[in-house]
């Protein structure tokens, strides 16, 4: 027997076939022929089953194209709602290729807008799937086209370090709506079908592809291999973040135990410093059970940043790689620091910093692309920084990389070297050169330069050396010299002895970084 609300409910009913057909069947079957889940398909794969309630499925396009020709837009293109991954509340969004190319329309930039506002009211994270041509063109009879991808851009600005925001790169994603991923805190591409493109000429294959971006151009954190495995690092890398800024990331009984000595760190840094070695050595052997999330994995080697556990807490490390370009610094990595040490500060995610580094490259070619301007931008980062802070200084720590790795007086909580662990204004061999050149010339006229240069080579990595007696005021300083087995257990109680502390920075309206 029907009622009077029949009629509604057939409504309903016709909406939501029309929101699950999509573009239609066609354009359903080229996604798949591609490889791509279908908008529908990520959401459910990236929630718990059952958890999801979708907002704006009555939404449509409203505008008049520019042909007349009338466009099936069910949603206005863009899925969205919020749900729970692994029993976390999240808000998310996704992109539907099959219906007209996944172009921004009006409506769904202001549908984005409201749900990243959501999103930061409620605290929680906003999780983003980019499948899409870019805007929608077709603006005629006095619509406009940019209030709403405005609103939104500005949305996703203002709740930044507020709550966490990721982006899936699954397909294209090209014009002025390019920024929005780069705009996340995270942004992970499948390597097959994500495109990134502002616009212009393409100069090779590999422009605007996930290697290229990670490569080249550092715009991505993690490259996926497809869809379902661009899913998985998402939940993955959920794991390692709180709900909002308020918040910690849940700690999690790996059953690691924080006193274990490593017996192998003794064996990992080479005698002689001439040769290198795997920073990844290190840090797997010190974090709980050698697990390490790594980010921009393929960009700034040199370099090494990424998420682990220490005692079931979450940490961020950055560490110098000695085994890539002996671990200087220049511009990209001095970019990459800088993004990650202010998103773990953003989310009071504790920094360990592993110290071994020739300090910052010289010469014309970087100082033309302004090295000192990026060497002053991760100063005035780090000297902003309230979370817990502990530095471990394993080798050299020579020139403004040992400043900027939060030695010296840059007040990390707690600075501990290795004892072969050396400071200096700049790498002893060249203060040898510049020194003793007269000394270095005649030994050379003699037949003995070798002898001579490691004489003097010797005296100063001596005078360098944290071992050698020094003053507690003296620029270059330790708090304490450790044993390297107990490297681990010494960054976890530092860890617990600094969970309470309360670091307040001069009160001011915002800080202005060097560009």
Not at 353 to 377: C, F, M
Request: net charge negative; aromatic share 8%; hydrophobic share 40%.
């Amino acid at each position: 027997m029907g009622t009077w609300m029949d009629g509604y409910l057939a409504k309903m009913e016709k909406n939501r076939q029309e929101c699950i057909n999509s573009g239609g069947e066609e354009r359903v079957n080229i996604q798949k022929d591609l490889g791509k889940l279908s908008a529908r398909e990520r959401i459910d794969r990236l929630l718990d089953p059952g958890s999801f309630d979708e907002l704006g499925s009555l939404v449509r396009d409203t505008r008049p194209p520019l042909d007349g020709q009338i466009r099936l837009s069910p949603a206005e293109g863009v899925v969205m709602g919020y749900g729970e991954v692994d029993g976390r509340s999240v808000m998310v969004f996704s992109m539907d290729f099959t219906v007209m190319s996944g172009s921004l329309g009006d409506q769904a930039a202001w549908k984005i807008a409201e749900l990243v506002e959501m999103a930061g009211q409620r605290r929680i994270p906003i999780i983003g799937i980019m499948d899409s041509a870019g805007e929608r063109l077709g603006i005629k009879d006095g619509h406009t086209g940019l209030n709403g991808l405005s609103r939104l851009i500005q949305n996703y600005c203002l709740f930044s370090g507020i709550v966490p925001r990721i982006m899936m790169l699954l397909g294209p994603c090209t014009g002025t709506v390019a920024s929005l991923p780069v705009l996340a805190d995270f942004l992970i591409m499948n390597e097959e079908s994500g495109f990134l493109w502002l616009g212009g000429d393409i100069k090779s294959e590999e422009a605007g592809r996930a290697e290229f971006h990670m490569e080249k151009s550092g715009q991505v954190d993690i490259v996926a291999e497809d869809d379902a495995d661009a899913i998985e690092k998402t939940k993955e890398l959920l794991n390692f973040l709180p709900q909002n800024c308020w918040d910690k990331p849940a700690p999690v009984d790996t059953g690691d135990d924080p006193g274990r000595r490593e017996e192998s760190l003794l064996d990992v840094m080479p005698e002689n410093p001439k040769f290198t070695y795997d920073i990844h050595e290190i840090i797997e052997k010190i974090v709980d059970n050698g697990e390490f999330f790594e980010l921009q994995e393929e960009y700034a080697t040199h370099l090494v940043t990424g998420f682990c556990r220490m005692d079931g807490e979450v940490v961020g490390i950055i560490a110098n790689n000695p085994d890539e370009l002996s671990g200087i610094f220049e511009i990209d990595s001095s970019d990459k620091y800088d993004r990650f040490m202010n998103f773990l500060d953003a989310f009071s995610i504790p920094l360990v910093n592993l110290v071994d580094s020739t300090a910052y490259v010289p010469g014309d070619k970087w100082e033309r692309v302004g090295i000192i301007r990026h060497g002053a931008k991760n100063l005035h980062s780090y000297s902003h920084l309230t979370n817990q802070k502990v530095t471990i200084v394993l080798r050299r720590a020579y020139g403004g990389a040992n400043i900027v790795m939060g030695c010296s007086r840059m007040q990390p909580d707690y600075i501990y070297g290795w004892p072969s662990a050396e400071f200096a204004p700049t790498g002893p061999d060249a203060v040898v050169q510049a020194v003793f050149h007269k000394e270095l010339a005649k030994a050379k006229e003699a037949g003995n330069y070798q002898e001579v240069y490691d004489t003097y080579l010797n005296i100063l990595k001596e005078a360098f050396s944290v071992m050698n007696g020094k003053e507690w005021t003296s620029y270059y300083m330790i708090h304490e010299a450790i044993d390297p087995r107990d490297t681990r257990p010494k960054i976890i109680r530092a860890l617990k002895a600094t969970r309470n502390k309360k670091e307040v920075l001069p009160a001011k309206k915002r800080y202005i970084k060097p560009a």
